[in-house]
C-alpha cells in the first residue's frame, strides 16, 4: 500500500505529504496488521527524493503513534508530573501556496532532505494511552496544532508537543513520556489553519 502510494503522480499538484501510522512497534519499527515489522527508515525511504520524485522540494511529514520497546521510564529528578494525561488535558481549552509545480526533473537536492519524524516516544520506551481519551502523544499533536498552527511552524508545535507528553503520568505506577521528532526539513512549514479565534 505505501509502495502504491510513493508511487501515486497526483503528489506533483500537492505541496507536502503528511503520513500518520498508529500501530504497535519496536525500536525504530512498526508492526502492520499482518504482525510483520517494518522499519521506520524502510517507510520514510519510500518517499525521499530518490523513490518519489513527485515530492522532491516539498515537506514530508511522518507521525508514528507506537512503542518503541518495552522500558517504562519512572522519570528521573524531583519534577512534579501534572497526573493522569486525562485529567491535564480536560483543563486545557481546545480551540482553536505556492505556484503547483508537475515536473521535478530541473530541481536537485539531497536524497533525505525535507523529512519530519515525529515519534510518540523515545528508543526503547513504551508509549502511553488513555482508555476515553486516546494516545498521549495524539493528544497532545492535536491540541497543539489547534491551538498554535495559526502563528508557529512545525518545529515550535513538536517542541510544545513533547513538553505537554512529558507533563503525563499514569495513575497508578507513576510512568512517565516524552515524545521526539527529528527533522531534514529545509524551510519553515506551517499548517494553512485558517482563521484563528481566542
Known sequence: MLKKESKNSDHAA???FILIILSHGTNDAVYGTD????SIPAITDLFNGKNCPFLVDKPKLFFI????GKNFD????DTKADGDLAEYFSRLEMAGRPKE???SSDVSVPTMADILVAMATTPDYVSWRNESLGTWFIIALVYAISKYAHKDDISQILTKVNNLVSKGETAREKFRQVSQWRSSLRKGFYFFPGLHQS
Open 74 to 77: 519512572k522519570g528521573s529528578g
Open 65 to 68: 503513534q507506537a512503542c518503541q
Open 14 to 16: 500537492r505541496h507536502s
Open 35 to 38: 504482525m510483520k515489522k517494518l
Open 101 to 103: 509545480r508537475t515536473d
